[in-house]
């Protein structure tokens, strides 16, 4: 059964939308509700998720005058392994949201078909989501109903941030980039990166984005001069970004079994007594937090995978230091990819294997997509800040 007519999909309108679309929010806990789950707060601007975005849209879905569904999409250009084609344009659908009530009619479906012919009318030759592994509604939703197919299983690793510096070793050197040389540093190494952005430069001239380090041995010289000098690169080096999506919006943990909050309580109270015994405390996470999402993570030479490490502590005295109350660090990386080793992470907070689906939406992609999802997970992707 379904709302027939009586379903309407239009463009979300800030000034009429926006209340509603955050009380629908706060009404939809994303996957399973026997798990902890994490609810976001916009900060009273629903669509913050995608405004980075080049181009981007917000539907909302309407019954009865009552606003019961939402979605977003973006769409960019990015690198895609393919032989007969390099770039292609990406559609990037996120936060679907139907009303708990109102589940199992078709809005879901209607909503993403909705949303795949703005981008068909954009030009867009794949679109593409992320979900959690055991989000079986969704699961169901984009591979059994809408023809998406597995893509690529990313790791999501979080480290909470304790109010005690991390220590860095003296082997390294760490130097903050400009932006022009930051840019130039990703075309020259990352280009070929796959879903690497043709817009890197808007990412790293955006006001969110903190800066870009690189780690190199202490006593060599960082040699770089842009691709098309001679450059002499130190023997190993490893560079990061950092992004600020606490300023953009906020999450809470939404349902927290008691394991979980003794364990906050009992971490925090042994940090106090015993500052030697070196447990990291486990933040509050039960009020609103921000996060630093660390991008673009690429290292060169065989001990650069310590100079990652040395990079992600930096960056967490950076959060620790910080006013914004910035409670977790989050990276994402390919699937098999061996950076995770070097990246410092709680397993417990961590998820080991975010699911990406995606869909060709023109003939000539449809037939090609097996050569995109059969290349190997092992290779390196790049995950856009904007899209977390
Ligand atoms: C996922 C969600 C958007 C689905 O919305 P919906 O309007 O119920 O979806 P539809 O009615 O269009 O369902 C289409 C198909 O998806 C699958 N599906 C949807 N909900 C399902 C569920 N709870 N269990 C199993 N399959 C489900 C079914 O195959 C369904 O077809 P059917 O009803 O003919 O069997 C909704 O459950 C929701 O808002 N969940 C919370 C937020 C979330 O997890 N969003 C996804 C983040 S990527």
Redo the contacts with the bound molecule.
């Keep these: 059964m379904g709302y027939g007519d009586q379903l309407i999909i239009r463009s979300y309108d800030a000034q009429n939308d926006r209340a509603r679309v955050e009380d629908l929010e706060r009404r939809?806990e994303?996957?399973p509700s026997e798990r902890v789950f994490l609810f976001t707060d916009t900060l009273g601007d629903p669509i913050c998720r995608i405004r980075n975005s080049p181009i981007y849209k917000m539907l909302v879905a309407e019954v009865d005058k009552k606003l019961v569904g939402v979605i977003q999409g973006s769409i960019k250009l990015v690198t895609v392994h393919k032989p007969t084609k390099e770039l292609a344009r990406v559609g990037y659908i996120l936060g679907?949201?139907?009303a708990p009530l109102y589940?199992?009619?078709?809005?879901?479906?209607n909503l993403v078909t909705k949303l795949e012919e703005w981008f068909i009318a954009n030009d867009v030759d794949y679109s593409y989501?992320a979900?959690e592994k055991d989000?079986?509604?969704?699961y169901?939703?984009f591979v059994?109903?809408l023809n998406y197919v597995m893509f690529r299983t990313p790791a999501i690793l979080v480290n909470p941030v304790s109010h005690r510096m991390s220590h860095l070793s003296s082997n390294f050197e760490l130097a903050k980039l400009k932006i022009d040389e930051a840019e130039s540093l990703y075309r020259t190494f990352m280009s070929s990166t796959e879903f690497f952005p043709n817009d890197i430069g808007n990412i790293l001239r955006n006001k969110l984005s903190l800066g870009t380090w690189v780690a190199y041995p202490k006593g060599e010289t960082w040699g770089y001069k842009g691709n098309n000098n001679n450059n002499s690169m130190p023997s190993n080096w490893a560079m990061v970004s950092v992004w600020n999506s606490g300023e953009v919006f906020k999450l809470r943990l939404g349902n927290a079994p008691l394991s979980c909050l003794m364990y906050t309580k009992s971490s925090r109270v042994i940090e106090k007594l015993l500052p030697c015994f070196k447990l990291p405390a486990m933040p509050n996470f039960y009020h609103p937090f921000g996060f630093y999402f660390i991008y673009g993570v690429y290292r060169e030479g065989p001990s650069s995978g310590k100079m990652v490490r040395t990079l992600c502590r930096f960056v967490h005295n950076m959060a620790s230091k910080a006013k914004d109350c910035c409670k977790v660090i989050v990276t994402e990386v390919g699937g098999s990819d061996t950076l995770r080793l070097h990246i410092p992470h709680w397993k417990l907070l961590s998820c080991p294997e975010d699911l990406w689906c995606i869909k060709g939406l023109k003939n000539e992609e449809r037939n090609s997509l097996h050569e995109l999802t059969k290349t190997p997970q092992t290779r390196a992707l790049f995950v856009d800040p904007r899209e977390v």
């Design positions: 939809c994303v996957g679907l949201r139907v589940r199992r009619q078709g809005i879901g479906s989501m979900t989000n079986e509604a969704s169901k939703l059994d109903k």
